[in-house]
Nanobody, 128 residues
Framework: QVQLEDSGGRLVQAGGSLRLSCAAS????????VAWFRQAPGKERSLVAV????????LYADSRTGRFTISRDNAQNTAYLQMNRLEPEDTAVYYC?????????????????????WGQGTQVTVSS
């Protein structure tokens, strides 16, 4: 069993930065892929970024701008999402999730059914 606690969300001005953290309990965290999803009001929960169990594979929903960076520290049972140059459109509840990913295809990593464990969500609000 793994429990996830995500944190770090707050109100920030456009152009600012935040680092979200996902702290895991249990000793099996390193076995799972970890992703950050976000959900804005009235919208579907969608993938932001995902990192494999080893950290060797990473995918971003929007790789064009390089604003977000996902990372993990398995020794600390923690994953992170560094967000820079934030925009009002980034306003959402951000959730970390962990699960065994059979592969690292886009179809797999975006499928919420593969993520067994979820954090409670942390609110990020970006003001213009």
């Amino acid at each position: 069993q793994v429990q996830l606690e995500d944190s770090g969300g707050r109100l920030v001005q456009a152009g600012g930065s935040l680092r979200l953290s996902c702290a895991a309990s249990g000793n099996t965290f390193s076995r799972y892929g970890v992703a950050w999803f976000r959900q804005a009001p009235g919208k579907e929960r969608s993938l932001v970024a995902v990192i494999s169990w080893s950290g060797g594979n990473i995918l971003y929903a929007d790789s064009r701008t390089g604003r977000f960076t996902i990372s993990r520290d398995n020794a600390q049972n923690t994953a992170y999402l560094q967000m820079n140059r934030l925009e009002p459109e980034d306003t959402a509840v951000y959730y970390c999730a962990a699960g065994r990913l059979p592969d690292f295809t886009w179809e797999t990593v975006t499928n919420r059914a593969y993520y067994t464990y979820w954090g409670q969500g942390t609110q990020v609000t970006v003001s213009s």
